[in-house]
Each structure stands twice: as C-alpha cells, then as structure tokens.
Nanobody, 122 residues
Framework: VHLVESGGGLVQAGGSLKLSCVDS????????MGWFRQASGKEREFVAA????????RYADSVKGRFSISRDTGKNTVYLQMDSLEHEDTAVYYC????????????????WGKGTLVTVSS
C-alpha cells in the first residue's frame, strides 16, 4: 500500500476544496479508507471514512453536512470533498488505510500518506 494525497491549498472561508488519495499499490479493493487531520499543536483526529467494498461512510460531527467522502474504483482513488470550509478546518489532511472495515481510531490504521496541507483564511 502506498498512499499519496493531493488537492490541498489555500482557500477562503466558505470555499471548497477536493482532496484525492491514490493507492499506487492498487490494493484499495480490500481496504477501508479514512481521512484524518492534524492542526498545529493538536492531535490527529478522525474526519471521514469509507469501506471500499460497500461504500458505507462515516463522518466526524464537526464536518457532517459539509464534507463528503467518495471512491472511484476504476481510478483506485478516494476523495474528500470539503465545502463551506471554516478557519477551524485548517490542518494537514492525511489519507489512511486498513483492512476490511473502517474505524475512527487512528491507531487502527497501519498505512498512511504523507499528508496535504489545507489552509482556510478567515
């Protein structure tokens, strides 16, 4: 498993960004994928997750209704669509993978990308 995130950048509050995570190892079909984020000085926290096999998703309360996680099986890619961004969403966003089904515990994910920085200006 080799995860690479992209799509981060600088955006104004209220704007949108779409993050992508591709697995160059092409093993997504057996994995569950999660997005986590880590703001400066804070612990890494769960954002959203999706089971690759059945598409079931889950979101942190702080992003519910604003963020959407999806997958493209043909492109071996997971996306995080982020709308109505707030200054508090500023963080490095990480893609993570584990076998079978997702959890919200970062310790359950053995595979991680290097992250992509999202900065939301207020």
């Amino acid at each position: 498993v080799h995860l690479v995130e992209s799509g981060g950048g600088l955006v104004q509050a209220g704007g949108s960004l779409k993050l992508s995570c591709v697995d160059s190892g092409r093993t997504f079909s057996s994995l569950a994928m999660g997005w986590f984020r880590q703001a400066s000085g804070k612990e890494r926290e769960f954002v959203a997750a999706i089971n690759w096999s059945n598409g079931i998703t889950r979101y942190a309360d702080s992003v519910k209704g604003r963020f959407s996680i999806s997958r493209d099986t043909g492109k071996n890619t997971v996306y995080l669509q982020m709308d109505s961004l707030e200054h508090e969403d500023t963080a490095v966003y990480y893609c993570a993978a584990r076998t079978l089904v997702f959890t919200q515990n970062r310790g359950d994910y053995p595979y991680w990308g290097k992250g992509t920085l999202v900065t939301v200006s207020s």
